[in-house]
């Protein structure tokens, strides 16, 4: 991979994350019991993605161009990749920045889930409409839809998560916990599944042969990192948040989540490169 592509990848991830961030964020709210975020937060969320967005545009073009940085903004290469793939994945993440902003300030509740479907909607349009996905079977970017929707949900609430351990009430804090783990023992089993459906859709196989491709193993790697997060969220589940009755207890609770977020990070970092970096062929 060249320095191009590895800024892409991080870039990518990034959006990646920040889709999670607004995902679940009316969740996060249902959840806890607690007020949406404050329109501030919500406005910084949407000038991140923003940002991130055109940063990700013009690294794509300057791979293209391959001429160092003024390839950047080479008109040339500009215009080619903005009637792209690539482009119409940045106009529809721009067009998500400007639909959150309206989301965050909009006091109708109504207009409100409107803003929000919209917005998720046009997150997971504009990822089928790169890497792999772009000329996938229609059941294949189905599993897409369902498999970033549930890893949205749960890598974008673990921040939030994170907080609540210790903000509030190890009673209340527990309860969150709960709630939130029962949801994500029925959602992470329909995430599998619908990971293998795309893998299937890609290579052709259900599972990789040898000899391995550049593809079978970056993914092989996310899917070490997935046992990973998956056994970290099991002790959650079965071990810290049963014991979550004290100060002390809330404290172990965030610092785990801190490694499962990390954890999700680095599958957001392997997931981009898997859908921008490599080719299943």
Do not use: C
């Not at 080479?74 to 920045?97: E, H």
């Amino acid at each position: 991979m060249t320095l191009w592509s590895v800024a892409s990848v991080l870039t990518l991830a990034f959006i990646f994350w920040l889709n999670a961030v607004m995902t679940a964020s009316p969740y996060i709210v249902y959840l806890s019991g607690l007020k949406k975020q404050s329109e501030r937060k919500n406005s910084l969320v949407a000038l991140l993605l923003l940002l991130a967005s055109l940063l990700y545009f013009f690294l794509k073009v300057g791979s293209f161009a391959a001429e160092g940085f003024a390839g950047m903004i080479d008109t040339t290469y500009m215009q080619f990749i903005w009637t792209g793939p690539v482009g119409l994945f940045i106009q529809l993440q721009v067009t998500v920045a400007v639909v959150w902003i309206f989301y965050s300030v909009v006091k109708v509740t109504s207009i409100q889930w409107m803003l929000y479907v919209a917005a998720v909607g046009l997150m997971g349009w504009s990822f089928l409409s790169i890497g792999h996905g772009s000329d996938a079977v229609w059941w294949s970017k189905l599993a897409l839809l369902i498999h970033l929707l549930i890893a949205w949900v749960w890598f974008g609430s673990l921040n939030s998560l994170r907080k609540l351990a210790t903000s509030v009430s190890p009673d209340k804090s527990k309860a969150i916990m709960e709630r939130f783990g029962m949801h994500m023992s029925a959602a992470v089993p329909i995430l599998l599944i619908a990971g293998v459906v795309m893998y299937r859709s890609a290579t052709g196989q259900w599972i990789p042969e040898l000899p391995l491709t550049s593809y079978d193993t970056v993914l092989l790697t996310k899917l070490v990192f997935v046992a990973l997060i998956l056994l970290v969220a099991a002790r959650h589940k079965l071990k810290l948040v049963p014991q979550l009755n004290n100060e002390s207890a809330a404290k172990r609770l965030k610092q785990s989540i801190t490694v499962e977020m990390v954890l999700a990070v680095t599958i957001f970092i392997l997931a981009s490169a898997l859908s921008s970096a490599f080719s299943p062929g």
